[in-house]
């Protein structure tokens, strides 16, 4: 039996697909099915698997075009069913079965950096164009939501329903830092770019007077130099700590009792159950997948998110240790029982 997870491209960077994929690939291989990955370019990272792509050069740029013209080469091969990491409907069932798994779609109104910015609208004119052939294809197809929050976007969009099957989150690291009780302070975790909205976390820090460190890969300086000049203007006791190594993050995350999560719209946010297999207690925004994991902990503004930050630092170690066995629920393990028996009865 042979598989094609159709990806756009696969990062060194942590990242939520990027942990679909590696997860996804390690289940067929445990599974004795055949896999080879499909691409538009050349797989960033090695997983050890044959891949066909369309081009023969590496490239970073165009995301979100790369994940449909993997269409070229994903309609090269002939295996007996299509895994699609990319989200994107791209027509395959003519050829084979197929299964996606994917976030809410760009074109939804969900908020996101795609319908709040005109230049990003523009990015996306191109697509929208396809949206009908995306339509026609998502119902040939089984659709897989990262999240009921995506479920919802998806049944917007394409006019589908979708399984939820929650993303593997590798819960390990950050279950060696749990701890009952923490110092005063929260952490943020996000990629510094506009689209993440760090500016919250420096207000919510100016705003509550807790003390906030702000971790992420750097990705715009000129962002990071707008953050750095808004936490004086506002006099924020706040710490940016950009492209922070891992081990030293969870010893950061062993010692804060909060975790401050600013983005609207995000479809589920992995770093919220890292930091609550820690012991912090995650503060989210109401409008986004994270609030179905812990709604007692969401907020609507930075009001609401100042009284729950400062709640936030006196938790007792009882919610503490709530908050770690649910984050257990999220494992690789529980990842891939769930995809295999949503894949099992549809290729049996």
């Known amino acids: 039996m042979k598989s094609t997870i159709v990806i756009h491209r696969v990062t060194k960077s942590v990242s939520g697909e990027g942990n679909v994929v590696r997860a996804s690939a390690e289940l067929l291989r445990e599974r004795g099915v055949e ?3 499909a ?19 590496k490239l970073r740029l165009f995301d979100k ?57 523009a990015y996306l004119l191109p697509l929208r164009g396809l949206l009908k052939r995306f339509r026609e294809e998502a119902r040939r197809s089984v659709f897989i939501a990262n999240s009921a929050y995506s479920s919802k976007a998806i049944r917007e969009i394409y006019g589908v329903e979708s399984t939820v099957v929650y993303p593997p989150v590798d819960v390990t690291d950050f279950l060696k830092a749990f701890h009952e009780e923490g110092e005063p302070f929260f952490v943020t975790i996000g990629r510094f770019e506009p689209g993440k909205r760090l500016d919250l976390a420096v207000r919510l820090s100016s705003m ?69 297999a820690a012991g912090l ?24 998110a100042s009284e729950l930050v400062k709640k936030g630092l006196n938790t007792p170690a009882s919610t503490r240790r709530e908050l770690k066995d649910k984050a257990l629920s999220f494992d690789r393990r529980n990842f891939k029982e769930k995809l295999w028996n949503i894949i099992d009865e549809v290729i049996r």
């Not at 000129?222 to 924020?236: C, F, I, W």
């Not at 492209?243 to 030293?248: A, C, D, Q, Y």
């Open 281 to 304: 207690v995650p503060i989210v925004p109401r409008e986004s997948g994270g609030f179905e994991i812990v709604p007692e902990f969401s907020y609507n503004n930075l009001e609401e």
């Open 65 to 121: 075009y790369q994940r449909v013209l993997t269409c070229i080469s994903a309609r090269r091969t002939k295996p007996d069913f299509f895994l699609n990491i990319t989200a994107i409907p791209i027509p395959l069932s003519d050829i084979a079965t197929h299964i996606i798994y994917g976030v809410a779609p760009e074109f939804s109104s969900v908020p996101s950096k795609y319908n709040t910015s005109w230049i990003w609208m």
């Open 35 to 37: 896999t080879t990955l």
């Open 208 to 276: 509550s007077g807790v003390r906030g460190v702000i971790v992420g890969s750097m990705e715009s300086d000129s962002y990071m130099k707008k953050l750095v000049r808004l936490s004086r203007e506002l006099k924020a006791d706040v710490q940016f700590l950009p492209n922070l190594p891992r081990n030293s993050l969870i010893e950061l995350m062993g010692k804060a009792s909060v975790y401050f999560h600013p983005t609207l719209g995000e479809h589920f946010g992995i770093p919220i159950v890292e930091a609550m």
């Open 39 to 57: 691409t538009f370019s050349p797989p960033l990272d090695d997983l050890g698997l044959p891949h066909v792509s369309a081009v023969p050069f």
